[in-house]
C-alpha cells in the first residue's frame, strides 16, 4: 500500500519514511500543506499522515479541502496540540485517528494498519480473478487450492493487478501506485518484479493471466492477450 507523509520536520518524516518503508509500504512525504495537498488529489494513496503544523497551508485546512473534495482517503493525524478541543476540531474536520507528538513507532505503525484494515473491511474483501484469489486482509495468495508465497513487494503489486483486471497498466502506472513517488523511472525494476510475479502465479499452469503488453505494459488477463 501507498502512504503520503505530510511533515515539515525533516528528521520526523525521514524516520517515520524509513520505518514505514521497513514495514513494507511505499512511501512519499511532503513538507508543506500547498504540496501535500496537491500530491493527496493528484495521486492515488490508501492512507495520509497529516501534521497540523506547516508551513504554507496548515493540516486541518489541507485536511478541511481533501473533504470538500469528497477524497474519502484515511487521514491520521500528527500533533503537538494535547486537549481534547483539538482533537474534537481535528475529528469533525474529517480526521480518521488522531496521534500525539512525541509518539512511539509501533503505536504509529498499530494505528495505521487499524484504519487501513478499516478501508479493507469497509471496502471490497477477497479479490478474485479466475482461479487467483487475494485476501487483503490476511495477505494470503491463492491460485486454486494452491498457496503463493509473495514478498511484500509482490504482494503489493499483485494487488494493484487484481483491483484492475483486464486493464493495460503501463509502468508508469505501476510506478506510482506502487513504488515511490521519487522513485527511478529508468531502471527496470518493474520489468523485473513483474517477472518474478509472473512465475510464481503462472508457473504449472495451463492458462496464464500476467501478460506484457509490447510497448504498452502489462495485463491481468485469463488466456493469450
Known amino acids: 500500500m501507498r502512504l503520503l507523509v505530510v511533515e515539515d520536520e525533516k528528521k520526523v518524516a525521514g524516520f517515520i519514511k524509513q520505518g514505514l518503508e521497513e514495514e513494507g509500504y511505499a512511501v512519499d512525504t511532503a513538507n508543506n500543506g500547498e504540496q501535500g495537498?496537491?500530491?493527496?488529489?493528484?495521486?492515488?494513496?490508501?492512507?495520509?499522515?497529516?501534521?497540523?503544523?506547516?508551513?504554507?497551508?496548515d493540516g486541518l485546512q489541507v485536511l478541511r479541502q481533501l473533504r470538500k473534495k469528497k477524497i474519502g482517503i484515511p487521514v491520521l493525524l500528527l500533533t503537538v496540540r494535547a486537549t481534547i478541543e483539538d482533537k474534537v476540531i481535528g475529528l469533525d474536520s474529517g480526521a480518521d485517528d488522531y496521534l500525539t507528538k512525541p509518539f512511539s513507532f509501533q503505536e504509529l505503525v498499530a494505528r495505521i494498519r487499524a484504519l487501513l484494515r478499516r478501508k479493507i473491511e469497509s471496502g471490497p474483501g477477497i479479490l478474485q480473478y479466475a482461479d487467483l484469489r487475494l485476501d487483503p486482509s490476511r495477505r494470503s495468495v491463492f491460485r486454486?487450492?494452491?498457496?503463493?508465497?509473495?514478498?511484500?513487494?509482490?504482494?503489493?503489486?499483485?494487488?494493484?493487478?487484481?483491483?484492475?483486471?483486464?486493464?493495460?497498466?503501463?509502468?508508469?502506472?505501476?510506478?506510482?501506485?506502487?513504488?515511490?513517488?521519487?522513485?527511478?523511472?529508468?531502471?527496470?525494476?518493474?520489468?523485473?518484479?513483474?517477472?518474478?510475479?509472473?512465475?510464481?502465479?503462472?508457473?504449472?499452469?495451463?492458462i496464464r493471466l500476467i501478460h506484457t503488453i509490447r510497448g504498452a505494459g502489462y495485463v491481468l488477463k485469463a488466456g493469450d492477450t
Do not use: C, Q
Open 144 to 206: 486454486g487450492e494452491n498457496k503463493i508465497e509473495l514478498t511484500t513487494k509482490e504482494f503489493s503489486l499483485l494487488e494493484y493487478f487484481l483491483r484492475n483486471p483486464e486493464r493495460v497498466l503501463t509502468r508508469t502506472m505501476i510506478l506510482d501506485h506502487v513504488w515511490d513517488y521519487d522513485f527511478d523511472p529508468s531502471t527496470n525494476v518493474i520489468d523485473v518484479y513483474v517477472n518474478y510475479l509472473r512465475k510464481k502465479i503462472d508457473a504449472g499452469n495451463s
Open 37 to 57: 495537498l496537491e500530491m493527496a488529489l493528484g495521486l492515488v494513496y490508501d492512507l495520509v499522515i497529516l501534521d497540523i503544523s506547516l508551513p504554507k497551508m
